[in-house]
């Protein structure tokens, strides 16, 4: 599964920043940063579900808010890149424009 | 067309600060704030190239990235929200857990 996770964590608080760093680091492990609260992943189904449950359990509901995007395998005929390109490419190569 | 377009502007200067502020007006002249530097947005294709070129025009392609994330039609259906809800329907009907 091709996956946009983005996501807005407050961080007002030494709690929301610890937050941040915690699902950026779970998401590190199932893909790229591709800008500072947005990443590509590729999950296989069979982990999608302990993916997702990881970082529900990170978040505050009252106060953060995370979105997956499907993409589905056609991802990289979906995508437009331009200005800063901070992405590789989830199967190894550098996106490039 | 139902696009998802996320940017991170860089903010260390007060241009910065202006083009972040000038990109999300564009964006909410097409669609809903979803998350801080995360819009999705219904554009007619004949307007795609006019709304796109806005932005490119506003970003500094040196510091800011800019992603547009072609959903389709199918797009309710790929998209899963959890926590703080910004969003509401494109459609016109909020968007709800």
Redesign the interface.
């Known amino acids: 599964m091709y996956l946009?996770v983005?996501?807005?964590v407050s961080t007002s608080t030494p709690a929301g920043q610890r937050r941040l760093r915690r699902v950026a680091k779970v998401c590190q492990d199932y893909g790229q940063r591709?800008?500072?609260?947005?990443f590509e992943c590729k999950v296989e189904p069979a982990h999608y579900v302990a993916f997702?449950q990881s970082?529900?359990t990170i978040?505050?509901?009252?106060?953060?808010?995370?979105?997956?995007?499907?993409?589905?395998r056609n991802w990289k005929?979906?995508?437009?890149?331009?200005?800063?390109?901070?992405g590789y490419d989830i199967e190894g190569l550098l996106l490039v424009e």
């Open positions: 946009l983005a996501y807005d591709v800008q500072n609260s947005v997702k970082l529900l978040i505050n509901s009252q106060t953060d808010s995370l979105r997956f995007y499907h993409l589905g005929h979906r995508v437009e890149q331009y200005g800063k390109n901070t």
